[in-house]
């Protein structure tokens, strides 16, 4: 909880300082699906919640929301972060610090950690962690090619570097 709350400060201050006439900010959710822990196997559904503010004196007609969401690969020796799923949509914000709210659809996420099962009467075996665990967002307001309002979690931050 404590890591959600300083990611949201973060991207409140990094967005308002970015655009002074448009922020962003985002608060990524969670739902657990499923949970095997015998077999160490989880499943996560992530979506993000989204409030653009306009603060200029027009309304903004048209503007897109990119938003993308961020997975790592958890197979051993594939150190990677991929996106997992992004899209796009078509929004409108009225003028004088009135602000939007949108939903992105929600993404599983499926991984399994490491963890030993029994394979005998005295052995075991190492299974290692695979699948795809979430790792962060992106996201960005954009009027044509101009990028109006920008928030990105700062695990994904570091890797876009």
Known sequence: ???????????????AAMAGSVTVTVKPEVEKKSTDLVKEEY????????????????????VTLKWALYAANL????????????????VSVDSSGRYVDIETPKVAFDYVRTHSE??????????????KK??????QVLSGSQVLGEAVSESVRKHLK
């Open 1 to 15: 909880m404590k890591t959600r709350l300083a990611i949201l400060c973060t991207l409140l201050f990094a967005s």
């Open 43 to 62: 499943v996560t559904a992530h979506w993000l919640r989204v409030r653009i503010t306009n603060y200029t004196g027009t309304k903004l007609e048209g």
């Open 75 to 90: 197979r051993r020796g594939a150190d990677t972060l991929a996106v997992e799923k992004s899209g796009e949509m078509t």
């Open 118 to 131: 029994r394979s005998g009467r005295r052995s075991y075996k190492l299974v290692e962690e695979s699948g």
């Open 134 to 139: 979430y790792h962060g967002f992106h996201v």
